[in-house]
């Protein structure tokens, strides 16, 4: 039986500098169901980019994945050569970046970069492909889409941008999309009518999404499972509403317990923790990597790295302290 | 009096100009368009929008690095007026400010105490005296005293903060302006950066115009919050009311738009989508400059800007439509407030 | 452009003014010159208005340069103007060879050594290029002569054909001093290619292109490419200019009847007015080929057609 949705198993992906290695992603597995929103929440450096673009193959230079498996529709994406992988890029599995201006091509079009999509997997001719691209525009509530599909990157704001990127992703009507970031660099009120976007057009057209982001609101308000990402691995996973109510790994509860949230009392003062997230070189602090800054380090906890433990049917954390 | 800062219909027009041997004016780009608050001692402004609302110019004008086009700012009773650039320089250290960037804002070529010390070279202090100064700042803002001979470009984004900081507190002014000086940080460090700031005003007393994107920050950290959109203030109220009731309509879409990090509140949470994009500072829309995204919009919203009344108590807002509904009871402009003070 | 004429053409009045020797001794001082007799002298010197005060001479110069008649050879009498725009397409010929040659060589090898960064290709190629810039024009020139001299006992052609009576000709005898024109610009271009497409790998927008499932082939061929040659186009504009300047010692060497010869010997027998013209025209080449890079620089680059400076 093939296995539905998307199943990574052990991923590592690391840097290789002159000197030393650098353990962007060490070992991190998952599941994601057909349909599902998955959340991959971290802060900046723990390796959550890298871990997605690792997905794809698309793993940035002087990185190297040694190891891991990410099965789709039952084959290992990772195993796969190049002409293959080109091949599910843009049609089965589709990814949204976070900074539209620099991920976009600002010598072309935009309708030319979406019609692309098309001309690459659909085989369409020009007229064909226009003419998908506007619909597509359409799609995503751009404004005057045939005036903007003339448009260079440069001519459009930074919201336009984004669902330009959106079209071109969604344009093969991919089984799975990966959402880097996708509104960090927009407002507030264009994040949340991007957002809504993703997650409606996505609902429509049934595809899976995973949501890339630091942002503990936006999970809150769209993803149905989220795993915690700190130094390169997972330590915590769980449905959303499961581990907002009951946080276990120390990290996750004061993540959750550092971010200012609208309905509190004002001038009150946030809870934190001292330090800052490890290098992930060789200075990454053995066992769990995030005992330096916990408060119930024990001695274990400085040699071996934590296994995760199921705690209920849709939760499991990686610690030592926490009984499973 | 305790109200250290008054800012009256504050205004802060950019001309475009096109061509190379005759400059002629194609446009004006009305970045701040009318902009009025007090902030009193000891407490902290929150001036929240989105990008284009006119909130860093804003700030920038407080701090003299922009020449208003018109309005005016009283500064610890001081009309900092048309000699603008003169006046300023004497207030020089009352007022300072601190930058969004942190890798950008500080010379990575300086020393940690060359940074913070930079304020003082105006006060003829000696060198041993300075680094006593320098020493006490870096301890108030959480600094390892060891890293005094550090160059700026080895610290991180949360101790270049923090030297940031440390550089606006050394001459312990009354007000200081913060230009988005979270939104770089990761969520654990910006935590840390907030309380900080709460804790230097406990201790030091002074003031913040705390301008930010951010509405869960700014909510955080303010006694007051004033939202701006298309170079003007559309609603003015106490940080805790912004969440509780607010009236105008851009700042409930703007509300909605920021998610709360719980499910369960999320849930069950009202939903409002604005339609369209900001419009150009360029080409404003006539009369309420929100009123075409605006899903109560009336006849009058299109043709009249409407001004800022206190349409409750201790809650300004700028809403013909808000105005309306809160009736006849409370609708005092500042004019009207302190003829009934004398009055009575 | 034209302010740069006009600055250009005062100038280059008041250089040949500095320009030690009076012109009209200078010409009959030759091999069985007479000696002139002061009257001959002032015949000639008020024939060529020579004699006129300065300021009149110049404006005389420049208005008549204006008008395209750049006055007559005090060397031979003949008209500037003609003799100046007979050489201009040798010229120019021998600078757009030199630098499609550079253009077709340069851009390949640039690209290659990007692609293999930092393996063996990219730094033979970059040695290569090291030794190529660092060969004046004129030294290679003659090296190559006398290569070819004492191998094949091959001659520098004594009468080269022009682009209107005989291209394939006059791009067979022009090929080699074209060539060795280029040596030096592709040494440059070269380094030029590979540090702007080596930018051009890093952008974001090539990982997009993958994500989409393009292959990679024509992730370079189709976005890095385009993208990676603007800066190239301005550094060939800057060469262009440069290479007009190396042309004229090239056809020193090679006896290339062109422009740079012109000069040369006009400015050798004080012949002013064909000096001046002769200079005007090079001015006038490079001003084109200014122009054209700018153009092209349009064309390529939408952002520069639209002003870009649309900041938020």
């Known amino acids: 039986m093939i296995p539905e949705g998307l199943q990574v198993r052990d991923l590592c992906t690391y840097f290789f500098g002159r000197t030393s290695v650098n353990k962007a992603v060490d070992g991190i597995s998952y599941e994601v169901r057909t349909g599902e929103i998955m959340a991959i929440v971290g802060e900046s450096g723990c390796g959550k980019t890298v871990s997605a673009l690792s997905l794809l193959q698309l793993n940035p230079p002087g990185s190297r994945i040694i190891r891991g498996q990410v099965l789709w529709e039952g084959r290992d994406l990772l195993r796969m050569g190049a002409d293959e992988i080109s091949r599910i890029r843009g049609k089965e599995i589709s990814m949204v970046f976070q900074e539209p201006l620099t991920a976009l091509n600002p010598i072309m079009t935009i309708g030319q970069q979406i019609a692309e999509v098309f ?106 499972k989220i795993v915690i990402m700190y130094a390169g691995k997972f330590v915590e996973k769980g449905e959303t509403a499961e581990l907002y109510a009951h946080p276990r790994h120390p990290y996750t509860i004061s993540l959750l317990k550092a971010v200012p949230r609208l309905d509190q009392e004002s001038k009150q003062k946030l809870v934190t923790i001292d330090g800052q997230p490890p290098p992930l070189d060789h200075r990454l602090p053995p066992g769990c990597s995030f005992h330096p800054r916990c408060i119930h380090a024990r001695e274990k906890c400085k040699e071996e790295i934590p296994a995760f433990r199921r705690i209920s049917d849709n939760h499991e954390v990686a610690c030592w302290f926490v009984e499973g | 009096m305790d109200i250290l800062l008054e800012v009256k219909d504050l205004k802060k027009y950019f001309p475009l100009t096109k061509g190379i041997l005759r400059e002629r004016q194609i446009g004006l780009i009305k970045a701040v368009d009318g902009v009025s608050f007090t902030i009193k001692k000891g407490e902290t402004l929150g001036l929240v929008g989105e990008s284009g609302c006119g909130k860093t110019t804003t700030g920038r004008c407080i701090m003299g690095l922009e020449e208003p086009t018109s309005g005016k700012i009283i500064f610890e009773d001081k009309d900092l007026g048309s000699s603008y650039g003169l006046e300023f320089k004497k207030l020089q250290g009352r007022v300072q400010i601190i930058f969004q960037d942190p890798y950008g804002s500080l010379d990575p070529r300086l020393t940690a105490e060359q940074i913070i010390a930079e304020p003082l070279m105006v006060e003829k202090f000696n060198h041993s005296e300075t680094r006593e100064k320098v020493k006490e700042v870096m301890g108030l803002v959480g600094l390892d005293l060891e890293m005094i001979n550090r160059y700026a470009h080895m610290f991180s984004g949360g101790q270049r903060q923090r030297i940031s900081i440390a550089r606006a507190i050394i001459r312990r002014p009354s007000l200081i302006v913060c230009d988005e000086p979270v939104s770089a940080l990761d969520v654990s460090i910006q935590a840390q950066i907030i309380n900080l700031f709460m804790e230097l005003q406990e201790k030091l007393g002074h003031s913040y115009l705390f301008i930010a994107h951010d509405l869960s920050v700014v909510r955080n950290i303010s006694d007051w919050v004033a939202v701006m959109y298309l170079g003007k203030i559309v609603e003015i109220v106490r940080a805790m009311e912004l969440f509780r009731k607010p009236l105008h309509f851009y700042t409930r879409a703007l509300i909605s738009a920021v998610p709360i990090p719980d499910p369960s509140v999320e849930k069950e949470r009202q939903r409002i989508l604005l339609k369209g994009e900001v419009p150009s500072p360029l080409n404003p829309p006539s009369g309420c400059h929100f009123h075409p995204r605006c899903w109560e919009a009336k006849k009058i919203c299109a043709e009249e800007e409407p001004r800022m009344k206190e349409v409750e108590p201790e809650h300004w807002a700028a809403c013909w439509v808000v105005e309306k509904q809160l009736g006849s009871r409370r609708l005092k402009t500042e004019g009207e407030r302190i003829l009934c003070k004398i009055l009575s | 452009m034209f302010p740069a004429l006009f600055i250009m053409l005062t100038l280059l009045f008041f250089a040949f003014q500095v320009i030690p020797g009076d012109p009209v001794r200078a010409i009959f001082s030759g091999e069985g010159a007479t000696t002139l007799t002061q009257e001959q002298v002032d015949y000639f010197r008020n024939l060529f208005g020579l004699d006129k005060p300065l300021h009149i001479r110049y404006f005389k110069w420049f208005w008549d340069a204006l008008r395209l008649d750049l006055g007559l050879s005090i060397q031979t009498g003949a008209e500037v103007t003609k003799e100046v725009s007979t050489r201009l397409p040798v010229t120019s010929t021998l600078v757009i060879m030199a630098l499609l040659i550079t253009i077709v060589i340069a851009i390949p090898f640039g690209i290659l050594c990007a692609f293999y960064q930092d393996k063996w290709p990219d730094y033979v190629l970059r040695i290569v290029a090291l030794f190529a810039l660092s060969m004046p024009s004129f030294w290679v020139g003659v090296l190559v002569i006398l290569m070819f001299l004492y191998l094949w006992r091959w001659f520098p052609p004594l009468d080269y054909a022009t682009i209107f009576t005989d291209p394939w000709m006059t791009m067979k005898q022009l090929f080699l001093p074209a060539f060795i024109l280029g040596v030096r610009p592709v040494g440059v271009a070269v380094r030029v290619v590979r540090s702007s497409m080596l930018e051009v790998f890093r952008e974001d927008f090539l990982r997009t292109a993958r994500a989409k499932g393009v292959i990679e082939r024509l992730v370079i061929s189709r976005h890095a490419l385009p993208n990676g040659l603007i800066p190239v186009i301005t550094f060939f504009g800057l060469e262009a200019i440069i290479l007009v300047g190396a042309a004229v010692l090239i056809e020193q060497i090679f006896a290339i009847p062109g422009l740079g010869t012109l000069v040369v010997d006009a400015v050798k027998a004080r012949d002013m007015y064909m000096a001046q013209g002769g200079m005007l025209f090079l001015f006038i080449l490079s001003l084109v080929v200014n122009f054209i890079v700018d153009v092209l620089y349009g064309v390529i680059d939408p952002r520069v057609r639209h002003e870009y400076a649309r900041g938020k």
């Open chain 1, 119 to 224: 001309q690459t997997h659909e085989g369409l001719d020009k007229k064909e492909a226009e003419r998908k691209t506007i619909e597509m525009l359409e799609g995503v509530a751009m404004p005057d889409p045939e005036k903007r599909a003339k448009s260079y990157p440069f001519q459009l704001s930074g919201g336009m941008r984004q669902r330009a990127m959106i079209a071109m992703a969604l344009g093969c009507r991919p089984a799975l999309l990966i959402a880097d970031e996708p509104t960090t660099a927009v407002d507030v009120t264009i994040q949340a009518q991007l957002l809504e976007l993703i997650t409606s057009v996505a609902k429509e057209i049934k595809t899976t999404v995973i949501l890339i982001t630091h942002n503990l609101g936006i999970v809150a308000r769209y993803a149905s």
